[in-house]
Nanobody, 123 residues
Framework: QVQLVESGGGLVQAGGSLRLSCAAS????????MGWFRQAPGKEREFVAA????????YYADSVKGRFTISRDNANNAVYLQMNSLKAEDTAVYYC????????????????WGQGTQVTVSS
């Protein structure tokens, strides 16, 4: 079992940066692929970014490619999402999730979810 706790959200101006963190419990963190999803008010949850168990493979939604970077620290059971050049349309609740599958862009493939952290980008 994995428990996930996100932090680092907040209010930022357009063009600014934020770094989200996700702390994971459990001794088997390195056996999970990790992803970030987001959900804006009135919209469906969408995939943002993911990386493989080792961290060597990364995946991004087209809307964030070149602006966001996902990384992980298996020694410290953590995954991060560095968000640069933020836009108003990035405003959403961001969720960290863990999967034992090798496909990463569908929320249905993830077993564990955090409670979410709010990111608000003012234009």
């Amino acid at each position: 079992q994995v428990q996930l706790v996100e932090s680092g959200g907040g209010l930022v101006q357009a063009g600014g940066s934020l770094r989200l963190s996700c702390a994971a419990s459990g001794r088997t963190f390195s056996s999970y692929g990790m992803g970030w999803f987001r959900q804006a008010p009135g919209k469906e949850r969408e995939f943002v970014a993911a990386l493989s168990r080792s961290g060597r493979s990364t995946y991004y939604a087209d809307s964030v490619k070149g602006r966001f970077t996902i990384s992980r620290d298996n020694a410290n059971n953590a995954v991060y999402l560095q968000m640069n050049s933020l836009k108003a349309e990035d405003t959403a609740v961001y969720y960290c999730a863990a999967t034992q599958k090798r496909t990463y862009d569908s929320g249905n493939d993830y077993n564990y979810w955090g409670q979410g952290t709010q990111v608000t980008v003012s234009s």
